[in-house]
């Protein structure tokens, strides 16, 4: 009778995941959690016409530095129905500093954005076989969109479990959410530790080109304060002067 | 003091719904219903990557003889998951008879779909004000996809009114389902008597040309049975011979 073989812990077999990546620092963050948490990790992205379509190229560097088994892009076309700054001919609102932002849920709030976004992991884990899902909602430093409540991840769970044949079948998806109760100053020391580098990614819902960030929206002004907080230094190149000298 | 001016019915302001329009049987139905009730209907067509795409043209038509406000085609790319005959190279399972359709989920199953289909319905409802969402599905003569059972639609409702800034200040989205308790017979007559041309619609998933449908896929053959059964001429074209002698 022959001894078991020695299995190396790199050929255990991993639980496989799809995970919502933007190409911004919140889901790479997700990204890296789920990679060290020993997930086999299929990063998805969404092409839904957004101002800021380069992130998708930050997102494809990001899930290689990061090791995502693969990166996949699909297309919805949520321009068709605009309403939002992201997605139609309107400005983005800009603002000097953060304690703007906030009261009414801003123009940059894409409809139902989330909710499609989640819908398609659904579907693509299905395909795959997997049950578990990452994205990087975030209900602390954010912009105070619905879709990224604890009440939205907890609802969407539960159609997603009548939704598929998975679920049907009596298995159960998870939505994982790892920084959803995080401060964004948290959420980056938490992915230093685990080494991402954030010169990848990109937050600016209005680049003023590549990888050159506006400095004023409200996505760039929540993650200029969450390096100050996180005391890591901001690798972001901004088009403006840096926050201290907008005050 | 000038008396108020006499109101047309046709003048009074309509109530606004987004109506999921296949271009088939089902939703050509429900779409004539919320327009005899009164409703403002928004058509929304889903390009999915469909093998059986010449729907979204039935739709179009459907749409304008039955008196759609608009018709709307959005695209999203559900082929780059695959996982069903309808978005892979999956052959479409073919019967002779009603009764051999049943038992487990079938690779017509799109992962998902309902679930992507009704997210974006409620991103195109947010954009337009509405708060009431239709669509055809049907728990009685259909193949057992899990995103047609009430259940589903319930959860749905609830993630869509915790999704939406509608939802969370305070409105109430509706996910209204007027044909999930009828049978496929029921809802030909109801359409019958409202007026549909069925011969507008085509069901079929593996059409042998436009507007010839297989007449041995599921989907032909509850749509040829139903016909039957409501005692109403079906106007399909079949490219083989009548299901009486198939059996």
């Known amino acids: 009778m022959s001894a078991l073989p ?4 790199h050929d255990k077999p991993k639980v496989e995941a799809v995970v ?3 190409g911004g620092l919140d889901s790479a963050t997700v990204l890296a959690i789920a990679k060290r948490d020993g997930y086999a990790c299929h990063a998805l992205s969404i092409d839904y016409g957004q101002r800021h379509r380069f992130e998708l190229d930050c997102a494809a560097r990001v899930s290689k530095a990061i090791g995502g088994v693969d990166h996949k892009v699909v297309r919805v076309d949520l321009r068709a129905f605009g309403g939002s700054a ?3 001919d309107i400005d983005v609102p800009m603002h000097d500093r953060v304690d703007e932002i906030g009261g009414a849920i801003p123009i940059t709030y894409v409809p139902a954005r989330n909710l499609v976004f989640l819908s398609l992991a659904v579907a693509y884990a299905e395909t795959l076989g997997a049950m578990d899902i990452f994205i990087g909602v975030n209900a602390v430093d954010y912009s105070g969109y619905p879709d990224c409540r604890p ?12 939704a598929t044949k998975a679920g049907a079948e009596g298995q159960r998806v998870r939505i994982n959410t790892p920084i959803i109760a995080l401060s964004k100053a948290e959420i980056i020391r938490t992915g230093s530790s685990l080494g991402v580098d954030y010169g990848l990614t990109t937050s600016c819902y209005n680049p003023a080109g590549d990888m050159i960030a506006c400095g004023h929206c409200d996505s760039c002004l929540l993650r ?3 390096f100050e907080q996180a005391g890591v230094v901001d690798p972001t190149r901004y088009a403006v002067t840096p926050i201290g000298d907008c005050r």
Chains 1, 2 share one sequence.
């Open 224 to 226: 200029r304060q969450g």
């Open 6 to 9: 020695n299995v190396n812990e």
């Open 20 to 22: 919502l990546l933007s």
């Open 151 to 162: 009440a939205f991840v907890q609802a969407f769970e539960a159609v997603a479990n009548v």
């Open 86 to 88: 992201l997605t139609a």
